[in-house]
Nanobody, 123 residues
């Protein structure tokens, strides 16, 4: 059974930085593509960033050049480093894992999800 546990969310001022983590068990995440999604109040969950098996990354236009997705294979943990945060980045952030090698932006590509961690950016 795959389990993903997020941590590191919180409250930060606009322009600040935050790193959220996602510890995985039951699956070696370095073998497959993994991703981060987010859901703001009143909005649908949206793609943020993904990394494939070989380390290639892809970002939503809204976070490109500000966010960085990475993973620590030894710790079986994935991260999302968020810099230059904006109030519109406020959302619950979810990590996601699947069994495909190539990354994708569709939620259907990922079969395991974390519980979510709240990130709030004040203006």
């Amino acid at each position: 059974q795959v389990q993903l546990v997020e941590s590191g969310g919180g409250l930060v001022q606009a322009g600040g930085s935050l790193r959220v983590s996602c510890a995985a068990s039951g699956r070696t995440i370095s073998n497959y593509a993994i991703a981060w999604f987010r859901q703001a109040p009143g909005k649908e969950r949206e793609f943020v960033a993904a990394i494939n098996r070989s380390g290639g990354t892809y970002y939503a236009d809204s976070v490109k050049d500000r966010f960085t997705i990475s993973r620590d294979n030894a710790e079986n943990t994935m991260y999302l480093q968020m810099n230059s945060l904006k109030p519109e980045d406020t959302a619950v952030y979810y990590c996601a894992s699947g069994t495909r090698y190539e990354l994708g932006t569709s939620q259907s590509r990922y079969d395991s999800w974390g519980q979510g961690t709240q990130v709030t950016v004040s203006s």
